[in-house]
């Protein structure tokens, strides 16, 4: 490969074409392959690295505590989980109609996953996704109220196209932290997708705001509105497995 050539595929920001440019050009000599195919093959190759560029940058802002997919969810632990509606939420529909969705369950029946599991659908076709605790959210606007940073750290909340709020409902909220949570619930209504995964039934959500219950409905009436539910119910996936007879002879 020339220099002119190389200079030239970085000054047009197409290095990515570098990497199988050699292997392109054996493969079009031997295969006596047209001009218009040759470079048709060399552009697919910088398309896919920027995909993967993308993607690989996307998942990384999304913080995700694992690597969790839908191929890996234990759908058969769950036999009456909406399996339908899931792979509907995996085309990404939801998120087209700006609708939020609510998955509750007891503890340990893969809500967390499930979530990020549609958030990992997400990113694959090009969303921004971000993936935080209840406790972390609230905490980071108020550590951003005391650094002068609110409207800034508020602001990358409210525009995110799909804000996964995990743990919602784990610890109630106070004052202001309960008011910053509306308000980035109402600045987000109908804008973008919010989803909540939450161990408390629907009809306890109301309890999550203690000190002031109107706040409450009206943040949860625009949680609920339009909103896709999700029910997860089962045992825990993390139930202590029994232990092997051997050992439980030898006590």
Not at 100 to 122: F, R
Not at 187 to 201: A, G, H, K
Request: glycine share 6%; with cysteine.
């Amino acid at each position: 490969m020339s220099l002119y050539v190389s200079a030239n595929v970085r000054a047009l920001r197409l290095s990515g074409i570098l990497d199988s440019l050699e292997a392109r050009n054996r493969q079009a000599v031997d295969g006596q392959m047209a001009y218009t195919e040759f470079l048709a093959l060399l552009l697919q190759d910088e398309v896919a690295r920027r995909d993967q560029r993308k993607f690989d940058t996307l998942l990384r802002q999304a913080h995700f505590r694992n690597h969790k997919t839908l191929e890996d969810f234990a759908f058969d632990r769950l036999p009456n989980l909406n399996r339908s509606l899931v792979h509907d939420l995996a085309t990404g529909r939801y998120l087209q109609e700006q609708a939020p969705v609510l998955i509750v369950g007891p503890c340990g029946t893969g809500k967390s996953h499930l979530a990020q599991a549609l958030g990992h659908c997400a990113i694959r076709q090009g969303v921004d996704v971000l993936f935080i605790t209840q406790g972390d959210l609230v905490g980071s606007l108020h550590a951003a109220r005391a650094t002068g940073s609110f409207d800034r750290r508020f602001r990358q909340l409210a525009k995110v196209t799909l804000l996964i709020i995990d743990d919602f409902g784990l610890k109630p909220m106070r004052p202001p932290h309960d008011e910053d949570f509306h308000d980035l619930i109402a600045e987000r209504y109908e804008r973008v997708s919010t989803m909540l995964t939450s161990n408390l039934d629907f009809a306890e959500w109301g309890d999550v705001f203690p000190a002031n219950r109107m706040l409450g409905v009206a943040t949860l009436d625009r949680l609920r509105h339009g909103a896709y539910r999700l029910i997860l119910e089962g045992d825990s996936f993390r139930a202590p497995r029994p232990l092997p007879e051997s050992q439980r002879n030898a006590r």
